[in-house]
């Protein structure tokens, strides 16, 4: 066999046949994503990846701006195992969601939460196939949407907010900025500007602010990330 068909046939082989009927045969694709963060939750502390805070200050403050009842309802998407969770049940926030592709990573932020993990709505899931049970008041995600490359999971995820923040309900946003990194725990990312992220979300958000700051990384490393905050019309 030439090189050339033996690259092609390659990732045909990753697929596994689940359904063996010569009728039908059902394909289930791994999801690489996935299996990427329960490695990554499950081989490096806190501290060892480049995204650690020990304090979101940013998410914070955008979280301030906003005055939002004890009793709204706030969802953190790529919840990782991020401080965020825990300083909102600190503030008294009653209806706290926390929601992550990785299964290990929301473990591992039940864990150190500990007895206060009964206090917040645990869902493991790829946000691109995540069906809220109610509307959301403040929608947070610092540095999850930017893994989405592909228009079809972008849009997935627009489409998704939209339905899923309450009209008047906010949108904080913070990914990598054009002057940030390409590459985020090795995988490719999407990097915005306050241009593009705001034309992603222009039809059904009024823009509040976009700020861009640098990150120090454990590693001593400046990585830029742009915030935006949108309010739903
Ligand atoms: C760079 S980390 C950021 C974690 C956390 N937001 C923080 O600021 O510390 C990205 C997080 O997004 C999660 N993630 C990546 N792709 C996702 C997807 N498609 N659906 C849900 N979560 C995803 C990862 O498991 C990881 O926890």
């Known amino acids: 066999m030439s090189s050339t068909r033996r690259r092609c046939f390659k990732p ?3 697929e596994k046949v689940v359904n063996h009927s010569p009728r039908q045969k059902f394909k289930a694709v791994p999801n690489f994503e996935k299996e990427h963060w329960e490695t990554i939750f499950s081989t490096k502390a806190e501290e060892e990846v480049s995204w650690f ?21 706030i969802i953190d998407i ?10 909102l049940l600190e503030r008294g926030y009653q209806n706290v ?7 290990k990573a929301i473990e591992r932020l039940q864990t150190r939460l500990g007895e206060k993990a009964k206090n917040v709505h645990w869902v493991v899931s790829d946000v691109t196939e995540f069906k809220p049970s109610v509307q959301f008041d403040f929608w947070h995600d610092r540095a999850a949407f930017h893994f989405l490359t592909t228009e079809e ?47 992603r979300f222009e039809v059904n958000f009024e823009r509040i602010k976009c700020i861009q700051e640098d990150h120090t990384t454990p590693f001593n490393t400046v990585q830029n990330f742009l915030f935006c905050s949108f309010q739903r019309k």
């Not at 020990?54 to 701006?65: G, R």
């Not at 790529?78 to 300083?87: M, N, P, V, Y």
């Not at 969601?97 to 299964?103: N, Q």
């Open 12 to 14: 045909r082989e990753r």
């Open 53 to 73: 805070q020990p304090y979101p200050k940013t998410s914070m403050e955008f979280l301030e701006l906003f005055d939002l009842p004890l009793s709204a309802n």
């Open 78 to 87: 790529g919840a990782g195992d991020s401080h965020f969770i825990e300083l």
């Open 97 to 103: 969601w926390a929601m992550d592709i990785s299964a």
């Open 153 to 199: 999971k972008i849009s997935r995820y627009v489409d998704l907010a939209e339905d899923s923040i309450r009209e008047a309900g906010y949108l904080i946003l913070g990914t990598f900025s054009e002057d940030g990194p390409k590459k985020c725990s090795g995988l490719e990312i999407k990097q915005y500007s306050e241009a593009s992220m705001s034309a």
